[in-house]
């Protein structure tokens, strides 16, 4: 085992790291808006070092509150420093709790700097023969340098090391403060020398020595061949002074009264309740992972009472259980008749059963059932393997003849049943000819509704959001990888254990979710009424599925492939070489440095940027920069599409099968994935193509109804400018009467340029786009784009009205609502970070109208397929959701009666203060419908 003097003491400066983890990315918040970037920054770099090197010894270093001796040595210094912004100082107390709860001695001596503390230790441990490790990212540290003492800058990883001081700075660290002295510290108020830089002060240095030194020889300065050297003597002897007052500020104290010994700086066991408690409360759910896999923690303090006040270290020795871990005395695994009679005793009596299905697959269209779990209260749970098949697994009921004795009670709607994401497991279930009746509540939908961005919405993610219990994943029962095994092959004792914790933890998250919604009688009406009934019906539509025509597809990928290979070796000649057209390395070269075109964005690294949208705006002026997007864009829609949709086809249905997402978007907008329905361009030849290949079957037609222009009549709705309403109501042409009003000319008489530039205006004003963002699109100058700004909001002042309304609100109550009364949170909205909380005060005035026209359209599915149960047969399907737009397969002799059935159900999905328009379109395909 390693004694304390074979490994190094580390000191780090912490304040130095506190203000550079502020300024670096990432920017985190909480859900609650409250910063914790710095936070998060500091404590990434402690368990870095406490992962490299194992100390046993180790202290984090703050400066104090209040002066110092250099501001009584020196009225001005750190004089001109800004005030510490607000979201850093509110970052700093927490972070001081995080490092003493991780076991780390903390320490804040007032009257002195934290690199003073720091410089004393480390004299301390050298004449102890002590190696120490000093962490920081401050270049006066360097003066502490030598055989005993090296620095590390954690965000670089790198060492600097007497040598290594030599390299950096060009004079050893027995010259740093002369060094410093010299230059001033412009940050820190020193006043150094006028007009010496790092180089003249190297110069210095290396060609006469100290500054002691120097002014023993000052008739020598002259002779030296830095630049300025012939009028350097005048300057040294003026400003004599000066300079001995700069070193002074610059040296770092080393023999600080502290009140505690090297021997005291021993790391502790972490505090992992209060460390819960913590991460809990940033968010940081990694580390609240990590320190939730303890089931017990031991806490042994090794100092007497008065450091224990001096490290903030209260706790008395004791082995404490965590109290965030689940109980599971009462799991039962049903294996016997008697055990599984009764588990349906105590079903039939629940009031509300939380339900899980384990399967082979999280494929709805693949999934084999391998076993149920259910829990009626809190801690008490069963599970009943159906299909473990693996060598030696036990005996176990038949599936069929549970599944038939569960079904009176699975497709009962009167017995209430709540589930994570019981979308999956009512397709499973259909699968077995079983119709999962009484779906009350969805833990996923319900902390999606209370919140969406608060935290992904997943089990594990809300187990420690609002139980603080890490529940067992699947990786940690079935491995990973190629090797990760499927449920049946999961030994029964632990899969018993992991699908009984499902259920268990799905009915305690709804017992805390749901007191959280009822607060808030709008969140409940958007779960029970909008959310909760689209569980079926995505089911439905996602079993049925879409017929497509892959002969056409393949077709397709030929003339892509075709097209694509033209596009690259168009790329090539305007090179002049061969390159790789998705190496951002290469595009930079070629772009910045070979055609020298200007740089409009870089990367964090400070590379010139090749994203996307940066390319779209060189495309805009330059040839190649457009072959690069248009390349890209071809080559995703061949790999996304055309290449990938026909191996989708489920070779049972002959159909693909999407998987519709309903608490993804923060909007409140659906998603969908496997394939991804959402993102087929509509306005390229090419991406109608691809919906050509979207068909109807034999004796049906493709029909597709869309709202028309729905966001800028729910804006006509929340703005109730008069204007907009009127336009609306009369039926007129929205952008064309926008022409109208901003450029002052008769409705007969707007040009084609001029109705392009009111949508522009119009649509822009909806997502927040500036002036500039307006002149880019339109190809104006900017001027010219903000009187087109300035002339809309002098028509339509209700709009501007709207805007400012809402960015008050956002500010005031952290969040903005739909007509509907769904919430949408934006975390920063009032942070000190100009871009991100303009970014927030945009989000928030179109939040309103996106969130309210997925509100909408989500209303309308719930009223078509009302309508549709009704019917007897199939003539009319509901088979897609994109966007604004419903797509159905119809029966073609049914057209004209099903037609304008659907087009005034969706009408009427809800009411504004202007027509809600619906139009509808019918082909042989998708594009032909649309």
């Known amino acids: 085992m390693a004694t304390i003097n074979d490994t190094p003491l580390i000191l780090v400066d912490g304040s130095s790291y506190l203000f550079r983890a502020y300024h670096s990315p990432p920017h985190l918040t909480n859900s609650r808006g409250e910063a914790t970037g710095a936070i998060y920054g500091v404590v990434n770099m402690l368990k870095s070092l406490l992962r490299q090197y194992k100390p046993t010894q180790m202290a984090v270093v703050f400066d104090a509150k209040g002066p110092t001796f250099r501001n009584e040595m020196y009225s001005e210094y750190k004089a001109h420093r800004p005030p510490m912004p607000d979201d850093l100082r509110s970052q700093i107390a927490p972070l001081h709790r995080i490092v003493t709860a991780m076991g780390l001695p903390l320490l804040c001596i007032a009257g002195v700097e934290a690199d003073d503390v720091i410089g004393t230790l480390a004299r301390q441990a050298s004449r102890e023969g002590r190696h120490t490790l000093i962490s920081t990212g401050d270049k006066d540290m360097a003066q502490l340098v030598d055989e005993h003492v090296t620095l590390i800058n954690t965000m670089t990883n790198t060492l600097l090391d007497p040598q290594g001081v030599v390299d950096k700075f060009g004079v050893g660290p027995e010259l740093i403060i002369d060094f410093l002295a010299l230059m001033g510290d412009k940050v820190d108020n020193i006043p150094g020398l006028p007009g010496v830089g790092e180089k003249t002060a190297a110069a210095l240095l290396q060609g006469l020595g100290s500054i002691a030194q120097i002014y023993q020889q000052l008739d020598k300065v002259a002779s030296l061949t830095f630049r300025g050297a012939k009028t350097m003597q005048a300057k040294l002897e003026e400003f004599r002074s000066q300079l001995e007052l700069s070193y002074q500020l610059a040296s770092i104290k080393t023999d600080v009264e502290l009140p505690y010994k090297l021997a005291d700086l021993t790391l502790r066991i972490p505090d992992n309740i209060t460390l819960a408690e913590l991460y809990k409360e940033c968010e940081f759910r990694r580390w609240l992972s990590d320190v939730l896999t303890d089931q017990t923690q031991k806490v042994t303090i090794q100092t007497n009472p008065a450091q224990a006040d001096m490290f903030a270290a209260t706790t008395d020795e004791a082995t404490t259980p965590l109290t965030t871990t689940l109980a599971s005395d009462h799991y039962q695994t049903v294996l016997d008749n008697d055990a599984f009679s009764a588990m349906l005793v105590q079903l039939n009596s629940s009031d509300l059963t939380a339900f899980d299905t384990e399967t082979t697959s999280l494929d709805y269209m693949q999934a084999q059932l391998v076993g149920l779990s259910v829990a009626t209260e809190a801690g008490k749970a069963w599970y009943v393997p159906l299909a473990h098949d693996y060598i030696g697994a036990p005996p176990q009921l038949s599936r069929d003849e549970v599944l038939s004795a569960l079904k009176p009670w699975l497709e009962d709607h009167s017995k209430a049943k709540v589930g994570q994401n019981l979308k999956y497991d009512k397709s499973v279930l259909a699968r077995y000819d079983i119709e999962l009746n009484g779906v009350r509540f969805d833990t996923m939908l319900e902390s999606y509704v209370l919140n969406s961005v608060a935290a992904r919405h997943d089990m594990d993610s809300l187990a420690l959001k609002y139980l603080g219990h890490k529940t067992v994943s699947f990786t940690d029962i079935a491995g990973k990888g190629a090797k990760q095994l499927t449920f049946n092959q999961i030994e029964l004792e632990k899969a018993a254990h992991y699908a009984a914790e499902d259920a268990d933890v799905t009915l305690q998250l709804h017992q805390s979710l749901w007191p959280q919604l009822q607060q808030h009688p709008g969140l409940v009406t958007v779960l029970t ?85 940066v390319l779209a705006e060189l495309a805009l002026e330059y040839e190649f920069p457009k072959l690069i997007t248009e390349h890209r864009g071809l080559s995703k829609l061949k790999s996304t599409y055309t290449d990938k949709l026909p191996k989708m086809v489920n070779p049972a249905t002959g159909r693909v099968h999407t998987s519709y997402h309903q608490a993804v978007a923060a909007t409140g907008r659906l998603s969908s994935t496997d394939p991804n329905l959402q993102n087929i361009p509509i306005r390229t030849e090419e991406g109608r193509r691809i919906r050509q290949a979207f068909i109807a079957p034999a004796g049906k037609k493709i029909v597709a109804v869309d709202y028309s222009q729905i966001e800028l009549r729910i804006m006509a709705h929340l703005s109730q400018d008069k204007a907009l309403l009127d336009a609306f109501a009369n039926g007129l042409d929205i952008h064309r009467a926008t022409a109208a009003e901003v450029f002052g000319v008769a409705l007969d008489d707007v040009t084609t340029e001029q109705r392009r530039s009111a949508k522009a205006v119009n649509f822009g004003l909806i997502y927040g786009m500036s002036a500039f963002g307006l002149a880019k699109q339109l190809g104006v100058g900017r001027n010219e784009a903000q009187q087109y700004v300035d002339r809309y909001f002098e028509r339509f002042p209700g709009v501007l009205n709207y805007m400012e309304r809402t960015r008050k609100q956002a500010h005031e109550q952290g969040y903005v609502e739909t007509l509907f009364g769904r919430r949408l949170y934006l975390p920063e909205i009032n942070a000190q970070n100009m871009a991100r909380r303009k970014g927030a005060e945009r989000a928030a005035i179109n939040a309103p109208m996106q969130g309210t026209a997925a509100d909408i359209i989500k209303k309308a599915m719930i009223v078509v397929d009302d309508w549709l149960q009704q019917q007897t047969g199939t003539a009319v399907t509901m088979i897609m959701q994109v966007h604004d737009e419903l797509v159905f397969e119809v029966d073609a002799d049914k057209l004209d009666s099903v037609i304008p059935k659907l087009v005034a159900l969706m009408a009427q999905a809800a009411t504004l203060d202007v027509p809600l328009l619906a139009e509808a379109g019918q082909g042989d395909n998708w594009d032909q419908a649309h």
Not at 566 to 572: G, I, T
Not at 603 to 609: E, H, I, N
């Open 529 to 613: 009424d909008i959310e909760m009934p689209l569980v079926d019906i995505l089911s439905r539509i996602e079993r049925h599925g879409v017929l497509i025509d892959s002969h056409l597809l393949a077709i397709q990928s030929e003339q892509l492939a075709k097209r694509i290979a033209e596009l690259e070796q168009r790329a090539f000649d305007q090179a002049g070489k061969t390159f790789n057209l998705s190496s951002p390395k290469q595009l930079q070269e070629i772009l910045f440095e070979q055609m020298k075109l200007p740089v409009i964005k870089k990367t964090p690294t400070g590379a010139p940027s090749t994203a996307e949208e």
